[in-house]
């Protein structure tokens, strides 16, 4: 089977993420299984136009925004090339259903975009994004089958009209250690990705800023880099940022740390100051935030710093997207 695979960038792109990483993790093992795969992508600074990447052949053309472009014109030179088509959505679609008309198409989702419309995108486009382009764009995929990775972003195409969604988990090429690594020897918290809004580096360094006046010798460390770091870096000088490094010593790292900032994988922001609890977060010794509230981040805030009495709200209308937090 010839498969052409459509993302917006590739796992050599700088900027390249977790989609990347599950986009090539994936079509590598299908090359070794005898599929031919082309991943069509976008250029960066120095890449080459096309090359052979694990056994799958990557073509790339455009930029940010005219890939998708691009994208179209080379399915419409070689549409008599392949069986099945994989568009692979970050914000914007390549939509496929309006130009692919002799093979089969996947669509293929991480996750919505959502409150990521005001972390990285200008006004008015980011209004323009949250309330019309992305439930419009997405309509045209109802009826495609659809591959997601996790539950919750299930139930947001459910809720969108999808009808043929199949989940498919990041995998996790990790191995286990067998003892338990020593640690730093001051208490360590580490973060690790792109330093972008989305991301929310921000939010760690000031939530260390709390942990530092009940644990004084607590370090930070800061790994990954993006458009945001040199800002940090000269704002948190008291924080240790290490860049982008490589896989190994981002392990080597990880396992000196005590924790991962921990707060921000339990909450789902959903406005300017409430969010969704996902597990249950222990903030003092008396007072434990149970999964399913609404609850104010002001109120979390007071009671860590001064001990303030716990205000919260509960509601059962609605449940926001929990994955705005999670990557």
Request: charged letters at 30%; proline letters at 4%; one cysteine or more.
């Amino acid at each position: 089977m010839n498969i052409l695979w459509f993302n917006w960038r590739d796992i050599k792109n700088p900027e390249a993420g977790g989609a990347e990483v599950y986009t090539h993790e994936i079509a590598k093992r299908l090359a070794e299984k005898g599929y031919s795969i082309t991943l069509f992508t976008s250029k960066f600074g120095g890449c080459k136009e096309e090359e052979i990447i694990d056994g799958v052949r990557v073509v790339r053309d455009g930029g940010r925004y005219t890939v998708y472009r691009k994208a179209k014109e080379f399915y419409k030179r070689n549409r008599n090339s392949f069986d099945l088509v994989i568009d692979e959505i970050n914000t914007k679609p390549f939509h496929t259903p309006k130009f692919v008309n002799n093979c089969k198409i996947v669509a293929l989702i991480h996750q919505l975009a959502r409150e990521f419309w005001f972390y990285e995108t200008p006004f008015p486009i980011n209004l323009i994004g949250y309330y019309i382009l992305e439930n419009r764009w997405l309509k045209n995929y109802v009826n495609i089958p659809t591959i997601t990775v996790s539950n919750s972003t299930k139930k947001d195409l459910e809720n969108l009209g999808f009808r043929k969604i199949f989940v498919v988990h990041n995998g996790l090429n990790v191995e286990p250690v067998n003892r338990i690594p020593e640690k730093a020897e001051k208490p360590t918290i580490i973060f690790v990705g792109r330093m972008k809004r989305a991301k929310k580096p921000q939010d760690v360094i000031e939530a260390f800023k709390i942990v530092k006046k009940e644990i004084r010798n607590a370090q930070l460390w800061m790994v990954g880099d993006g458009y945001l770091r040199k800002k940090l870096e000269s704002k948190a000088k008291d924080v240790k940022f290490f860049g982008y490094v490589d896989k190994r010593t981002k392990d080597e790292l990880v396992k000196k740390a005590c924790s991962q900032p921990a707060l921000s994988l339990l909450l789902s922001i959903s406005g300017p100051n409430k969010c969704y609890v996902k597990q249950p977060i222990k903030l003092t010794a008396k007072i434990t935030i149970q999964s399913g509230e609404w609850v104010n981040i002001t109120s979390i805030k007071l009671v860590i710093e001064r001990g303030s009495k716990w205000k919260r709200y509960r509601t059962n209308t609605h449940k926001p997207n929990t994955q705005c937090c999670s990557s």
